[in-house]
């Protein structure tokens, strides 16, 4: 009887859980270039890059999409995500290298268009060589591990000029 109740605990939570994706998903919306609305990127990131989030919230356990617009000479250290990462160029493109030093000569540049995958835990860093914009899609929570804690700049902001 107990495991009875339990299984049936079980299946009404998984079903709510899924009715509660599946109105999410369900939800159709349109953005549009002109319509999206830039904001700072999270403090997480150096600072110079703007996003937009286009799906979800990237600080909830779920799935989300956002854009990261990034300017020439831009730049993110050898870091780390705790979920997978699926990046897809829009404009510009991306210099991206895998490994604990960032080296210019062992990116590998993708070009608009461009489609990464990356499970959790890969070390890689970004070069922007051009005005650049990227989308990032994953399962939050998002954040970013840096390898040498001296390139996290929440760490090295002063406080009146700390970002969300």
Known sequence: MKRTFLALMSAFAISLSHAAAAEEIDTHKVFLPKDLKWASAPAALPAGTETVVLYGDPQKPAMFAMRLKMPKGYRIPPHMHAQPEIITVISGSLSLGLGQAADHATVETLPAGSFSSMPKGVVHY??????????????GPWGVEYVNPKDDPRLNVAPETKRP
């Open 126 to 139: 970004v070069f922007v060589t051009e005005d650049s914009v990227i989308q990032i899609n994953a399962i």
